[in-house]
């Protein structure tokens, strides 16, 4: 069996276990306090050309985005979202249980655009009872997104301004960063996201590394006790240097970039095999995921030999499923896929 | 200008008030635990045929909805109602607050059908990434709706049947539910609402009282340490005596009903001056709130001389309005209401 | 059996009960936005010496307390409260239930000092390890407190330069405010506790009112929004007008003090012939509530004829208890005590 | 500098480190229900002969902890807990944050004694205003205890049996758990561990893993859903993999345990050091912590070669310090450190 089922079904990069045993036997301080942590954030603020962000470094991407929207909001304001937000979906209510409701807006690919944000920021503020209704306090995308599609830079400008322009802080979601800016479609930089947003993560886990997301903050009035937020989260892990280890590896010469676009090319091999069989796609994706709509009976063939993922039913005799690639995923495995698509 | 905007316009039925003078120099003990109190239980659980139910009184709707659903659900779990619910919208987000996700389903009309509830069931269990989701937990129903419909029996019987087969506890907010049960079109009585929900309330602020609202635990399950909560979510009023004194009173004798009939039959002849206007209706409400849908000149033409609540643009020319009537509306006041209706 | 056990044992101050007869068919809006309010607010305002204060009206004294808090708090930050502080102690976990720790300090006799605030927020930050401790982010206090001592205006000026010295917003808890504000031992106006409070309550429900709670926001960064917060706490009554009417009446001539002047003259008539009889009190108490320290065949003694709280053992043969009187208390059932007091 | 200042100063056991490598292309599902996570949870069950037990696998100490109090305990409820838990002390309000109270008593080791929770749970229910009052839900305990001191097999069987006749789960934080079972004081097993409490941790950060904590579910009752927990909580790891393969290399053959001796044997060699010099200790541990009382310029003189944590200040010329051992301590720095005490 063959897995493209998802971006995590392996352990980490080579590098990174490499440097893993190096460090091993060293003696650091815990808690992020350690020098392995501040060379990666130092690499960190470097690739974002941002000398003043804070960098922290969390475990996982729920974790990660619990902390960060509960250390922003009152607690009369909720988060704005698109319906397919990670954090609407696929977080068993994380961000509610810190008591903020997610607000969404409808989308079809996984994107939201500006004028839904300032649509959503003026039907509550123009609701003569919006003291009974919860203030949108801040707005969440991703990055990609959960559906592997990417905002352009014009698109993340134009939601960047409408959120400056309104008060509410733009916080985005990276964890799959490295795919999304290495995408042939997407004309951003990390220093444009960094520019762009108040606040931003890049993720590791599902980017090469074992585990790990470096939360990048930008605007200096929300960077206040974010540690103590990271540590009641339950996120402050003590050996914390093994994120830095991870991060410094990702970071010090580009290697999150190389193992982007490795995923990538792949992935874009798949797709392009699947259009050239006459099979469409779900989402618009020019990342690591990809969507195509299939028969069912080919989905049977094909699961005999590949994992993938049931993603949802398209009508009656056919299904949309989802093939992943990432920094793991072999050549020669997608080589062979390859044929094996074309042979149907 | 004569107020039609909303039923907590005026203070409370006079029998109320005269109650509150007569027993203002009696002492009792404090929190609910007064004779007043055991007297209103003792009326509301024979009005509802259930000897065995635990009745509690808290200050408001809000408060209510809160302090049951949290005693109810896991960490885990959310709570299902209608996209219209008031839990969903209209509360400042409360439930969230309490650490839980409200799971919508699409309402038209404020209701929700059986197979809703069963779906939104199914689709969750039949997830396999369903640990990542919320679990929903309980059901949430207003009788009447915010938009003044109402459940048939039948209908309430259906929701409750798939509620106790799938184990979700069934809980219907009656913050008006006195205009709901006298509607001529609602075949259900207070004895089949016990019957069918798991726990429900009796709406005193809306029908006559000056603020309360009486809690009826039906499950047996649900009972245990109920005050606690009421405590702490700061619904347990020092001077109890005083819901017990006003529960009494609508419950003594049917005030309570004589109320809402009184409502419900001004809200007829209003609905039905504006039926023969021809004006249509967003909601086909039977109960004390009127939504017609009128010409934006007529509603600046009848905002002069009445008070009423703009709900939403029905078109370009055209606004959906709402027209309550209360315990303290005056039959003459209707009267010169639909006067000016027909004279439009 | 004559009643000395709280100070809640009654309904309302005859004058409140008028004013509500009086003004019930008038109709006004709702959630505290009707001209009652506007007096009352007026009224206070001009009680307090704060023009520029905000006054929001809530319903019970957990609920404000609650309310507040969270309001104030960030979710790493909790409240430093005495160990006695109806907070800490009586409130079933209500500011835990908002996420946040109550941070107490000893207290003998419910009082707490500025040197404490000082070395708790000291400790916090001098600890090495601080981002792993909850962070002191605001003071609670109550005045009077709950064993009936007040406050002098030195003390409460030396805690308040401390809390804002170090950036802690202070509250004070005036559930009784009336009662300590005209005891004689208390040098306090109720302007010295607008001037040196960020924002404290002046408590209705235990001075005269059926209900009700006025809050006083004095610090202008602590007053945005505080509406949504009443909401999703469940603290804004439809019937706002309830609150305002009371607090209207209680604040146009001086009824809240003169209230508080008859139950503190009665209480020190009761403390003078415990004292007479050579009893000692628990607490030096100059206000409502008053504390004798009783043998055990005493209490059980004057419990045939009067009620009132057993606070806590003394010794094996001792008892502390808790007489109070309040606006309600009569002076013949107060002459009577007394002289059965003398009797013993 | 040689540092002793805690025990996850370092990586990992070498041994863990070689089977990550090892394993690192395999191909897995994700969660937590991978091959290694099974094997590693039939290891434990062994262990702890406790055949029926779940066992989950989560990051951190903090996170577990939170996870599973906020899955056992409903909204009113707190945990007991010594007033120096990890819990009542440095998680920076974890639980709090989750809307509980810690209930603390007093404790001068870091451990409680069976009358204690009986005497917190009787002074609950005996209190008439209980319902006003955190009811105490369950009983959090250590072992050993922050301050490394064991509970004895009697202790721990009196404390669980207060706790079984009062409905009181009882949780066992075993962050540090190998070397309290392995200390020569110690008469409890990991299987007694297992049949006298309701839910504990085997600790692995602190304990030769990475990272890493296998939390024990021996109560069927609590059993229900708590993976939902833990991914709400954001425990639920991508690569669950990671923390199954540590945890089978820990319990496969016994490592857990030869790492715990390790750490044990080099600290009761420190310890004997110091106590043969003529120092006193703060706590009389027998685990991998040491706490000895030295003279303020003995700790500036051994300062120089190595790390150590200072604990608090004994007095004014003398501290607390505390001297650490794991598995990655030297016996020839420990030696080291003996000939530079002995030389004092």
Redesign the interface.
Known sequence: ???F??D?????H?RI?ER??E?????????GTDEHCEKARAYIRTACDAPNADVHFL?????TN??VI??IL???Q?VVSATTGHIA??????I???????LTVPSEDGKIQAHQVKEIYDAHWNDV?H?????PGMVYISHPTENGTTYTKAELEAISKVCRENGLPLFLDGARLGYGLVSEECDLTLADVARLCDVFYIGG??VGA??GEAVVMMNDALKK?F???I?????????G??LGIQFETLFEDGLYFDISRHAVQLAMMIRAAFAEKGFSFRYDSTTNQQFPILPDEICKELGKKYSFSHWEKADETHSVVRFCTSW?TKRENVETLIEDIRAL
Request: proline content about 1%; glycine content about 12%; hydrophobic content about 30%.
């Open positions: 069996m063959i897995r089922e998802n995590y079904t392996e352990g980490a080579k276990l893993l045993w460090t091993n036997e060293e003696q650091t301080s815990g808690y475990v996982g991407g729920t974790q619990t902390t509960a250390s009152r607690p009369h909720g979906v696929h977080e068993t209510g994380a509610e249980a810190t008591g903020h409701k997610v009872t003291e009974h209704m919860v203030q886990t599902k074992l585990f006790d540690r103590y937020m540590k009641q989260r339950g996120g402050m892990l003590a050996k240097r093994l793991a």
